[in-house]
């Protein structure tokens, strides 16, 4: 599975922005597609996941703001009422019925003004 991410860039505090990630390949396999963000010398963490059957989790920090979606091969996030903190280099992942994990490049999101 082969994961492209865009959408990406600068935000002020309190906008909008939207990622989407277009997999490609065995995508008859992908179960679980999800959005992770890392800040430098921190862990990647969750930022949200969708199941094939349209389950949601999402981040506590993020809930209410960021909305996931799918469609297909694609998943989107939506995100809205930016902070500071969500400044992040943001990563696309899917997991498959395989048991893999497949990892997207990174999109960075800035958030200043």
């Known amino acids: 599975v082969q994961l492209q991410a865009s959408g990406g860039g600068l935000a002020q505090p309190g906008g909008s922005l939207r990622l989407s990630c277009a997999a490609s390949g065995s995508i008859i396999s992908i179960s679980t597609m999800g959005w992770y963000r890392q800040a430098p010398g921190k862990q990647r963490e969750l930022v949200a996941a969708?199941?094939?059957?349209?389950y949601t989790d999402y981040a506590d920090s993020v809930r209410g703001r960021f909305t996931i979606s799918r469609d297909n091969a694609n998943v989107y996030l939506q995100m809205h009422s930016l902070k500071s903190e969500d400044t992040n280099v943001y990563y696309c992942?899917?997991?498959?019925?395989?048991?893999?994990?497949?990892w997207g490049q990174g999109t960075q999101v800035t958030v200043s003004s």
């Open positions: 992942h899917v997991y498959t019925i395989t048991r893999h994990d497949y």
């Open positions: 969708i199941s094939k059957g349209g």
